[in-house]
Each structure stands twice: as C-alpha cells, then as structure tokens.
T-cell receptor
Framework: GDSVTQTEGQVTVSESKSLIINCTYS????????LFWYVRYPGEGLQLLLKVITAGQKGSSRGFEATYNKEATSFHLQKASVQESDSAVYYCALDGSWQLIFGSGTQLTVMP | GGIITQTPKFLIGQEGQKLTLKCQQN?????MYWYRQDSGKGLRLIYY???????QKGDLSEGYDASREKKSSFSLTVTSAQKNEMAVFLCASRGDRDTEVFFGKGTRLTVV
C-alpha cells in the first residue's frame, strides 16, 4: 500500500541555521500523488504548510521549500534560516485514494 | 473561511465504556474524516465519508463506529474503550478530492 516515511522523530536546530527534514514516499495505488507538508504549532490545529501536485515542481511557504522528486520518491522540507517561531511538529503526507496518508511526524525545536 | 469544531476537547472514560466524539464543519465540504494520532506515530485513518450517510472504513476502524447523518457533522463512537487507545482524535474535511484538507483541533481521549 501507500506509505510515507519520515526518519527523524526529533530535530533540534539553532536559530538562523539551515534545516532539512527528510520525507520519502511509496505510492502504489496512484502513480503521481499530490504531496503535502502539514504543520502543528503548539496549541493549534494541524494546518497545511505547502503542497505540490506536479512532479519536478517546488512548493514554498513561510520560507520553507519542498521539491517533488519522483525519481527519488522524496519530498524533503528545507529552510535556509530557521526562527524560534518555526518550532512545531511537521508532517509529510501524500494524497492517496480519497485519504491523506501521513508520515510519523518530526518535532522541530529551534534554540535561541 | 470555515472552521471545524470538535467536542469535547478532552474526554475521560472508563475501560469498556462506549464514548462518542463529535465533529461539525461549516465549510459545506462533502468529505469528512476521522484520524487517530498516537504519540510518535503519524495520523491513521479510522473512518471517512464522502457524502451524507456514506461511511468508508479506514485501516484502523476495528473498535469504532461512525455516523454521518448530516453533511455538516460526523461523529465517531469508541465502542468499548481500552487503555491502549489513549490518543488524540482529529476530524477533518475537504471539498473536491484534490483540494486542501482542513483539520479540527482534536479530542484527547484518556481511558482510566
């Protein structure tokens, strides 16, 4: 079946440093799924950060970027310079058959 | 914009008890979802519904029932609460299949 893998459960980065959160996927039910990054800030609900629906394209939002790499089946999330306010849980997801399939999430802590 | 309201925010039940979680959305979305979120794991689909009175089982449906009597509401019943299912339950909705999925803030279930 379809699946999403996030290898890092927790990441700690100093403010102004760069960030990469890894995401790989396997899509057997749908050839080129839509890919998403969702984020949950402390005390808030899960919300969409960015999405990309075309292989090879890059999505961006709030300084974060992710590129849909169909050859590597990856959708890594990157930011050049993180801020304390970026501390949150980040989830990679793919659009399967009627449902979103999520990775296990990565808790990002940005140290001042 | 719209909102998804989940009630209650916190639910404490006894082992073996039948418990109901409620969700309302005012987006006028056709599709609604119930996901379960366990610490350190991704969101796993329990049930979804693509229209009023429709119900589709997700991977985690055993031990749960769902009801979609109105387009705007989707309830989830834990048929016999168990201590190992303490988790956060998230309700979500979307319009067309390729559009953004919106989430409620969740109901945290504790079983004593």
């Amino acid at each position: 079946g379809d699946s999403v893998t996030q290898t890092e459960g927790q990441v700690t980065v100093s403010e102004s440093k760069s960030l990469i959160i890894n995401c790989t996927y396997s899509a057997t039910s749908i050839g080129y799924p839509n890919l998403f990054w969702y984020v949950r800030y402390p005390g808030e609900g899960l919300q969409l950060l960015l999405k990309v629906i075309t292989a090879g394209q890059k999505g961006s939002s709030r300084g974060f970027e992710a590129t849909y790499n169909k050859e590597a089946t990856s959708f890594h999330l990157q930011k050049a310079s993180v801020q304390e306010s970026d501390s949150a849980v980040y989830y990679c997801a793919l659009d399967g058959s009627w449902q979103l399939i999520f990775g296990s999430g990565t808790q990002l802590t940005v140290m001042p | 914009g719209g909102i998804i309201t989940q009630t209650p925010k916190f639910l404490i039940g006894q082992e073996g008890q039948k418990l109901t979680l409620k969700c309302q959305q005012n987006f006028n979305h056709d599709t609604m979802y119930w996901y379960r979120q366990d610490s350190g794991k991704g969101l796993r689909l329990i049930y979804y519904s693509i229209t009023e009175n429709d119900l589709q089982k997700g991977d985690l449906s055993e031990g749960y029932d769902a009801s979609r009597e109105k387009k705007s509401s989707f309830s989830l019943t834990v048929t016999s609460a168990q201590k190992n299912e303490m988790a956060v339950f998230l309700c979500a909705s979307r319009g067309d299949r390729d559009t953004e999925v919106f989430f409620g803030k969740g109901t945290r279930l504790t079983v004593v």
